[in-house]
């Protein structure tokens, strides 16, 4: 069965902070991962990675993808008070039917001033 | 374009009641989504479509149904509201350009369903 798993669920940090957030799968096929921001409403979209050891990059967020070990980490830097959303990793299901996204639990992250 | 949108935004059903949640998208995209969220969880597929005419079921169907009668709208159904049900509810939609790699969803406001 296809699986994201997210860690840490939660996370507190002060501004200024570097945080690193965690994305596992299993998934048969694997062809992406995504990474969306979610403050309170929709899911916005943030990353997708297709390649191996390649960092994708926005600002003060960054993202990388492992295939062989089948994770992805989220970093952001210099962490503001409007980083505070929740994050979500998610794969393509294996099946490829109708490209269903399967997601993880999310990461909380919280940006105290 | 105003993107996928949703209505309600919020709406309290007593148990038993039905309802339809209204999705549309100004995208001509074939593929769309239904998922709910509940606290502290990711989204779960409930349904999606390929296009007009074409449904299939998600992980969570149960208790849900839906049709696309055109490309824009895909009302999703609650027949006999349970407090279960009680949660998120996010309509998404995306092209389907580029066939060997796979293209963002776009995801519309949400409908806060609450059944007491």
């Known amino acids: 069965e296809d699986k994201v798993v997210q860690s840490p669920l939660s996370l507190v940090v002060h501004e200024g902070d570097t945080v690193t957030l965690n994305c596992s799968y299993e998934?048969?096929?694997?062809?992406?991962l995504l990474w969306y921001k979610q403050e309170k409403k929709a899911p916005t979209f943030l990353f997708m990675l297709?390649?191996?050891?390649i960092e994708k990059k926005s600002g003060r967020l960054s993202s990388i993808l492992d295939k062989k070990e089948l994770f992805s980490i989220l970093n952001i830097t210099a962490t503001q008070t409007g980083d505070s959303a929740v994050y979500l990793c998610a794969v393509p299901g294996g099946d490829n039917q109708g490209g269903k996204l399967i997601f993880g639990q999310g990461t909380e992250l919280s940006v105290k001033p | 374009n105003a993107g996928v949108t949703q209505t309600p935004k919020f709406r309290i059903l007593k148990i038993g009641q039905s309802m339809t949640l209204q999705c549309a998208q100004d995208m001509n995209h074939n593929y769309m989504y239904w998922y709910r969220q509940d606290p502290g969880m990711g989204l779960k597929l409930i349904y999606y479509s390929v296009g007009a005419g074409i449904t299939d079921k998600g992980e969570v169907p149960n208790g849900y149904n839906v049709s696309r009668s055109t490309t824009e709208d895909f009302p999703l159904r609650l027949e006999l509201a349970a407090p279960s049900q009680t949660s998120v509810y996010f309509c998404?939609?995306?092209?389907?350009?580029?066939?060997?790699?796979?293209?963002?969803?776009?995801f519309g406001p949400g409908t806060r369903l609450t059944v007491l």
């Open positions: 998934v048969t096929n694997f062809r992406s």
């Open positions: 998404a939609s995306r092209s389907d350009w580029g066939r060997s790699s796979y293209n963002e969803q776009f």
């Open positions: 297709t390649s191996s050891g």
